[in-house]
């Protein structure tokens, strides 16, 4: 099950929205903001499909 998460981008402190599996219970990954285009480190985790922990942390270019 997919769901929309919204937070800030931690360069350019835009409020972006992000798609996340919740049958997944720990991910990590980067992905690129789609107001500025720069990465971002993506920590997400689950625990019986409710989120309990979200980071989103800038990766230096």
């Known amino acids: 099950m997919i769901i929309e998460h919204y937070f800030t981008c931690p360069h ?3 409020r972006i929205s992000v ?3 919740k ?3 720990e991910q990590q990954y980067i ?3 789609e107001v500025c285009c720069n990465p ?3 920590k997400i985790r ?3 499909s409710e989120l309990t922990g979200f ?3 800038s990766i230096e270019q």
Do not use: G
Request: proline fraction near 0%; glycine fraction near 0%; hydrophobic fraction near 50%.
């Open 31 to 33: 992905e690129d903001c």
């Open 23 to 25: 049958t997944i219970s």
């Open 55 to 57: 980071q989103a942390i």
């Open 12 to 14: 350019c402190w835009q």
């Open 19 to 21: 798609l996340i599996d």
């Open 40 to 42: 971002f480190l993506l």
């Open 46 to 48: 689950f625990k019986n």
